[in-house]
């Protein structure tokens, strides 16, 4: 028997213990993603295939092959921003442990061919023992961490088919370098703009505490703070929602913070009594704070309902569209 046989026999009789190794780091990195409120815009993994194990040992010549093939099952976390790159990086250290790190991002020249991303060698970490994990405990897996937008230009190089700079024609390398150069951009300025959204949560929080309402201009931003000032006690809702709330309401005329807490004097009551009525058949009954406002805006402006179901609308048909 050849060492290539020999090879695909091993890799076969290991394959279900390979199959498990991704099942659990899977659930492990989505777990800790989530109890550290980290939204990410894709989670995959797999297990490397045969074809792909076999071709990576003779290349490299690896004696000890099993050992020497850290990637036979890899993860790959697609993420939002470049600043939830360290906190992915911290979320790994807490449940694995991490025996090596590669950064490709700050290590690369920014014209890399596609491997822009963090690249964690990892084994299990202390809160997986016991009998279920003694045949995975300690296998080694790859994590690569990288931004949506550095995926997206690591498929398009790809696909491509450049492998590297002698690769492309002389009259095509400075669009190539300039489009590469327009994805840092990209990833640079989505930072900055998670950051400033940041800063304009606060600012928002500080203009409706202080400042005359009517000099406040109607946002996202503004509307949560007034919403929370105003119904300290009523339940929030999700950003989405309040977008779609904020597009309705500036078709239905208002513009800033002050225009709508002025109609809001006559239709709080309004949304007061629609609750008392409900919950006389439903105790448990309760409007959310953007429900205060919702349903007296509806009574008084019969404009606004339409333009509720027409933004409603238009999410749902994009929604399909992306499906």
């Given at each position: 028997m050849t060492m290539g046989s020999e090879l695909r026999d091993q890799y076969r009789d290991r394959l279900p213990t390979f199959k498990r190794l991704e099942e659990e780091v899977r659930f492990s990195v989505e777990a800790a993603l989530r109890n550290r409120h980290i939204k990410v815009h894709a989670i995959q993994s797999r297990v490397k295939t045969l074809d792909s194990f076999i071709e990576k040992v003779e290349r490299k010549e690896y004696a000890d092959a099993f050992n020497d093939v850290p990637d036979?099952?890899?993860?790959?976390?697609?993420?939002?921003?470049?600043?939830?790159?360290?906190?992915?990086?911290?979320?790994?250290?807490?449940?694995?442990?991490?025996?090596?790190?590669?950064?490709?991002?700050?290590?690369?020249?920014?014209?890399?061919?596609?491997?822009?991303?963090?690249?964690?060698?990892c084994q299990l970490g202390d809160?997986?023992?016991?009998?279920?994990?003694?045949?995975?405990?300690?296998?080694?897996?790859?994590?690569?961490?990288?931004?949506?937008?550095?995926?997206?230009?690591?498929?398009?190089?790809?696909?491509?088919?450049?492998?590297?700079?002698?690769?492309?024609?002389?009259q095509l390398r400075r669009d190539f370098h300039a489009l590469s150069g327009l994805?840092?951009?990209?990833?640079?300025?989505?930072?900055?703009?998670?950051?400033?959204?940041?800063?304009?949560?606060?600012?928002?929080?500080?203009?409706v505490a202080n400042e005359n309402l009517d000099d406040v201009d109607l946002n996202v931003e503004t509307l949560t703070a007034y919403?929370?000032?105003?119904?300290?006690?009523?339940?929030?809702?999700?950003?989405?929602?309040?977008?779609?709330?904020?597009?309705?309401?500036?078709?239905?005329?208002f513009k800033t913070i002050g225009s709508l807490d002025a109609a809001m004097r006559e239709a709080e009551p309004i949304s007061l009594a629609f609750e008392k009525d409900r919950s006389e058949r439903n105790k448990n009954y309760r409007l959310t704070a953007v429900g205060m406002v919702n349903v007296g805006i509806r009574q008084l402006y019969p404009e606004y309902s339409e333009n509720r179901r027409r933004i409603q609308s238009e999410r749902v048909g994009r929604d399909k569209h992306d499906q």
């Open positions: 036979i099952v890899g993860i790959r976390i697609v993420c939002l921003f470049l600043s939830d790159l360290r906190k992915i990086g911290d979320a790994l250290r807490d449940v694995f442990e991490v025996t090596s790190e590669e950064n490709k991002i700050e290590n690369e020249d920014v014209a890399s061919f596609g491997y822009m991303s963090i690249h964690y060698i809160a997986n023992s016991g009998p279920r994990y003694n045949s995975i405990k300690d296998l080694q897996f790859e994590v690569q961490v990288r931004t949506i937008v550095m995926d997206a230009w690591a498929n398009v190089s790809h696909h491509l088919d450049y492998k590297g700079e002698a690769s492309i024609p002389r994805f840092y951009v990209a990833d640079q300025h989505f930072e900055l703009f998670v950051r400033e959204a940041a800063d304009a949560e606060r600012d928002a929080i500080r203009d919403l929370r000032a105003r119904y300290p006690d009523r339940n929030s809702t999700t950003k989405m929602v309040m977008s779609e709330f904020v597009e309705a309401l500036a078709l239905t005329g």
